[in-house]
C-alpha cells in the first residue's frame, strides 16, 4: 500500500450491544503474551492512563491489513493478508493452513504500493451459531465484490470455499481508493466502506462520485445480509438503495463504539487534510462533503451543494501533511478491561509515519487529541500502521503492514 495521501491503507465487526463477551486473548506465534480477556467494559474511564507498549502476538505474515476476532471469542485472532488469504492466530500459534484462501480470485499486488487485494472481513454477530462471514476484496476482472462464506462443518479452524453467496460488484474505477471495511453496526445491519473510486491529487474525484448518491463509490453502505436486495429502513432515498452516507474521499476503516453505538470514521485525505468523521448512533444519511471540501477548506465552490451548505457536515478532528503524516488509519474506541483509564477514548494513527493519537468524544463534545506514538514508540515499531484490530474482548490491535500484529498492553 502507498503511503502518500492518496492511500488507502491505514477494524472488526463493530458487534451491537453493551452486554460483555469473555474469553483470553490470542497469544504471540512466539514468545509470552496473552490476549484479550474479561469483558467488555462500558463504565467511564478509571485513573490516568498508564504506561503502554506494543506486544508482539503473531509475526511473518505477508502484507497483513486487518486482524479481529470472532464475535464470541477472543482466543481465535483472523489476520486478513492483501493477496488473498485469511490466517488464524489460535493457541498462541499461526495455524499453517489458511483459514481462507482466496488468492486464486483476488487480484495480486506488484508490490507494497498499491490499495487492491483483500481489503475487508467481518463475522456475523452470530457466528458462533451460523458460522457466517463476509469479505470485501478486488478481483482480478477489476471488480470490487461483496462476498459471504461460511466456516467449514467439520473443522472450525477453516473456512468452506465453496459457501459463497456474492451481494454486489462493482467495476474497479481507477485502482486506488477502494475503501475496505467491513462491520455490522448494533442495528445489526452491515455497513461497508468504499472509496471515490480513485484519481490523483491533482483531479480530485473527477466523476464527481463523493456528491452522487445514485453510485455506491465514496459512501458508507448498509445492507441486510438476510434481506438483500431490499434495503433496510433508514437508508437514504432517492439514489442507490445501499447508501448510508456519502462525501467520503477512502473510508479505509471505521468503527462502532461497543458500548455507544457512534459510528468513526478515519477518511483519507488527498493534499490538504485526514478526516475524523463521527456520528452519534443511528444519525445516518450524512454527507461529509468530499470532494466539494476537504476538512474545512473549499475544493470546488461551484460543485453542488456548495462549500458553505448546511448539508454537509464537517469533521469532528482533522490534521494536516506538514509533520509527514498523509493516510489515516482509523482505528477504535477501547472498550476493554486491560487498561481502564483507557476506556472511552478513540485511538487512531497514520499509515505514513506510524504516529498514534487518541481522542475522546462524547455527548458532540471532544477533547484535544494528544500523541501516544513516543509511548508505544509506534514509529520505530511499526512497518506501515495498515489497520487497528478489537478483539471480542475489547483489547486493541495494531496491525504493520511489515508482517507483524502487535496488541496495546500496559507496561
Known amino acids: 500500500m502507498s503511503s502518500g495521501s492518496g492511500s488507502s491503507t491505514s477494524g472488526t465487526s463493530g458487534t451491537s450491544g453493551t452486554s460483555g463477551t469473555s474469553g483470553t486473548g490470542a497469544g ?19 485513573g490516568t492512563v498508564p504506561p503502554l507498549k506494543l506486544t508482539e502476538v503473531a509475526s511473518g505474515f505477508e502484507l497483513p491489513l486487518f486482524a479481529t476476532s470472532e464475535p464470541e471469542d477472543a482466543s481465535r485472532l483472523y489476520v486478513v493478508e492483501q493477496r488473498g488469504k485469511i490466517r488464524l492466530v489460535s493457541g498462541g500459534a499461526v495455524q499453517s493452513a489458511p483459514f481462507l484462501d482466496i488468492a486464486a480470485e483476488v487480484y495480486q499486488t506488484p508490490g ?14 452470530d457466528y458462533a451459531e451460523n458460522g457466517r462471514f463476509f469479505v470485501y476484496f478486488n478481483t482480478r476482472s477489476r471488480t470490487l465484490v461483496l462476498r459471504e462464506y461460511r466456516r467449514s462443518t467439520g473443522n472450525p479452524d477453516q473456512a468452506d470455499p465453496q459457501s459463497q453467496r456474492e451481494f454486489f460488484s462493482i467495476p474497479v474505477l481507477v485502482g486506488n481508493h477502494n475503501g475496505g471495511m467491513l462491520a455490522f453496526g448494533p442495528d445489526g445491519m452491515l455497513y461497508i466502506g468504499v472509496g ?29 445480509v438476510d434481506g438483500y436486495p431490499t434495503p433496510p429502513d433508514g437508508n437514504l432515498t432517492g ?30 485525505g488527498g493534499r490538504l487534510f485526514e478526516e475524523i468523521n463521527i456520528e452519534p448512533r443511528g444519525q445516518g ?7 466539494v471540501t476537504e476538512g474545512s477548506t473549499c475544493l470546488k465552490a461551484d460543485e453542488p451543494p456548495g462549500c458553505t451548505s448546511p448539508t454537509i457536515t464537517p469533521p469532528v478532528h482533522s490534521y494536516d501533511h506538514n509533520r509527514g ?55 520505530s515499531t511499526i512497518q506501515g500502521l495498515a489497520s487497528f484490530g478489537e478483539d471480542a474482548a475489547g483489547e486493541l490491535y495494531v ?13
Request: charged fraction near 25%; charge should be negative; glycine fraction near 14%.
Open 112 to 125: 507494497n504500493d498499491d490499495e487492491r487485494g483483500l481489503l475487508g472481513l467481518a463475522f456475523h454477530p
Open 325 to 379: 503524516d498523509g493516510s489515516v488509519t482509523g482505528g477504535y474506541v477501547y472498550r476493554g478491561s486491560r487498561i481502564p483509564a483507557l476506556r472511552g477514548k478513540y485511538l487512531f494513527g497514520d499509515f505514513a509515519t506510524d504516529r498514534i493519537w487518541m481522542l475522546t468524544w462524547k455527548d458532540s463534545l471532544i477533547e484535544p487529541s494528544s500523541s501516544l506514538s513516543q509511548d508505544l514508540a509506534s514509529e
Open 239 to 268: 439514489g442507490d438503495p445501499d447508501v448510508w452516507d456519502y462525501g467520503l474521499r477512502n473510508p479505509w476503516r471505521f468503527t462502532f463504539d461497543r458500548c455507544r453505538g457512534d459510528l468513526y470514521i478515519g477518511d483519507v
Open 28 to 46: 504471540p506465534a512466539t514468545g509470552t503474551g496473552a490476549g484479550g480477556h474479561g469483558t467488555i467494559d462500558c463504565d467511564e474511564p478509571g
Open 196 to 224: 471515490d473510486g480513485g484519481g490523483d491529487s491533482s483531479n480530485p474525484d473527477p466523476n464527481n462520485n463523493g456528491q452522487n448518491i445514485s453510485v455506491k463509490y465514496a459512501k458508507i453502505l448498509r445492507i441486510d
Open 399 to 411: 496491525v504493520s503492514y511489515g508482517g507483524s500484529v502487535f496488541r496495546i498492553d500496559p507496561e
Open 285 to 291: 444519511n450524512k454527507n461529509y462533503g468530499w470532494s
